[in-house]
Structure formats: structure tokens, C-alpha cells
T-cell receptor, first 113, second 112 residues
Framework: SQTIHQWPATLVQPVGSPLSLECTVEGTSNPNLYWYRQAAGRGLQLLFYSVGIGQISSEVPQNLSASRPQDRQFILSSKKLLLSDSGFYLC????????????FGPGTRLLVL | QKEVEQDPGPLSVPEGAIVSLNCTYSNSAFQYFMWYRQYSRKGPELLMYTYSSGNKEDGRFTAQVDKSSKYISLFIRDSQPSDSATYLCAMRRNSGTYKYIFGTGTRLKVLA
């Protein structure tokens, strides 16, 4: 069966510091991968998605970037965090073919101080 | 107008009640419909996944899609306090995009 991992689970970072969040998927090949941010009391905001290694689509111009160095690895980064980057970051995957259901990881809670 | 509308609640029901959660949407091209349950500080968990119109049942959960009305529902029978969570609907077109459109979620409280 497929499993999606995210780490760290919680992160407290000062303003201006760099960020690296990692997501890996097990049990599937060539998945579509997604990064979302969920602010308190608000819906899911799609940040990036990737349909293959090195292929990144950005949905919202901002302080963040994403990379996909391996088939089942998706990384969310920032060179300098802003206060507004605080939130709950979720990685998700869907199959590249067949069922289009989307599955989420456990999330990373980021607090920028 | 948002592509997907969902009442934020909170919706409070007594234990054992039948719960009805709903979403409306505007894009007739949506073909895949999903319901997620999200507990506080956790990632969303996929509950139900349906393609096109019709009903799908899984235990106490039933998902219904009415494409003519652009309306989807999730019914929870014999609701339990453990069902207290936020429920998100999501949908996607069959082709031409990899993006999923989410409702903002309905917060449900099942009172013991």
C-alpha cells in the first residue's frame, strides 16, 4: 500500500531564516505531487504541483519554491522566511494514471517568529 | 463566486443522528468528487471517492453526487463523537488539469 511521509512535524523558525520541508511517497511510481498551505480557519491553498522529476508548476507567486529531485520526493523551500509563511503545510499525491483520488500526508506545522 | 461552496458550520448534532454535509459547485466539467475528514492538527484523510453521478456507500458513510444540480453530499449514519472533525469536499476535472478544487470545510461536532 502507499504511504506518504512528511517531516518535520513541527517547526519554529525565526523570520529571515531558510526553510526546507520534505515529503516522500512509498508504494507507487511516477505520482503527481502537491504542496498545500492551510491557514487557521481557512481552506487549502495550492502552492506547487509536479507531474514528474524536475517539473514544477507554481500556483502562487511568493517567497517559497519547490523541487522534485527524485520520483517520489518533493521539497518545499524558502531562502528567507516571512511571518506570513506561518501555517500548516500539507504534501499530497495522486496517481499518474488510473484513480485520481488524492491522498495527504500528516502535515508540517510551521511557526515563524 | 467560488468554484466550490461549503457551509463552514459548525454543525452540532447529538450522538446517533444522521448527518448531512453538502457542497455546491459551478464547473460542470468536474467529474471526480472526494470527501475528506480532517481532525485538528492532522492531515486530511480520504473518506469517499466517486466518479461522475450516483451514490457510493462505505459503512456508515454514503456519498451522493447530483451533477444536474451541481451538488454533492456526504451522509453519516449513527454519528459518533469520534466523527467530530472538519469535513472537506474536493473535486477535479477528468482531463486538462492536475488541480483539485476544495471547499473550505464544514466543522462537525457530535455531542455525546
Amino acid at each position: 500500500s502507499q504511504t506518504i511521509h512528511q517531516w518535520p512535524a513541527t517547526l519554529v523558525q525565526p523570520v529571515g531564516s531558510p526553510l526546507s520541508l520534505e515529503c516522500t511517497v512509498e508504494g507507487t511510481s511516477n505520482p503527481n505531487l502537491y504542496w498545500y498551505r492551510q491557514a487557521a480557519g481557512r481552506g487549502l491553498q495550492l502552492l506547487f504541483y509536479s507531474v514528474g522529476i524536475g517539473q514544477i508548476s507554481s500556483e502562487v507567486p511568493q517567497n517559497l519554491s519547490a523541487s522534485r529531485p527524485q520520483d517520489r520526493q518533493f521539497i518545499l523551500s524558502s531562502k528567507k522566511l516571512l511571518l506570513s509563511d506561518s501555517g500548516f503545510y500539507l504534501c499530497a499525491w495522486s496517481s499518474g494514471s488510473g484513480s485520481l483520488a488524492q491522498y495527504f500526508g500528516p502535515g508540517t506545522r510551521l511557526l515563524v517568529l | 463566486q467560488k468554484e466550490v461552496e461549503q457551509d463552514p458550520g459548525p454543525l452540532s448534532v447529538p450522538e446517533g443522528a444522521i448527518v448531512s454535509l453538502n457542497c455546491t459547485y459551478s464547473n460542470s466539467a468536474f467529474q471526480y468528487f472526494m470527501w475528506y475528514r480532517q481532525y485538528s492538527r492532522k492531515g486530511p484523510e480520504l473518506l469517499m471517492y466517486t466518479y461522475s453521478s450516483g451514490n457510493k456507500e462505505d459503512g456508515r458513510f454514503t456519498a451522493q453526487v447530483d451533477k444536474s444540480s451541481k451538488y454533492i453530499s456526504l451522509f453519516i449514519r449513527d454519528s459518533q463523537p469520534s466523527d467530530s472533525a472538519t469535513y472537506l469536499c474536493a473535486m477535479r476535472r477528468n482531463s486538462g488539469t492536475y488541480k483539485y478544487i476544495f471547499g473550505t470545510g464544514t466543522r462537525l461536532k457530535v455531542l455525546a
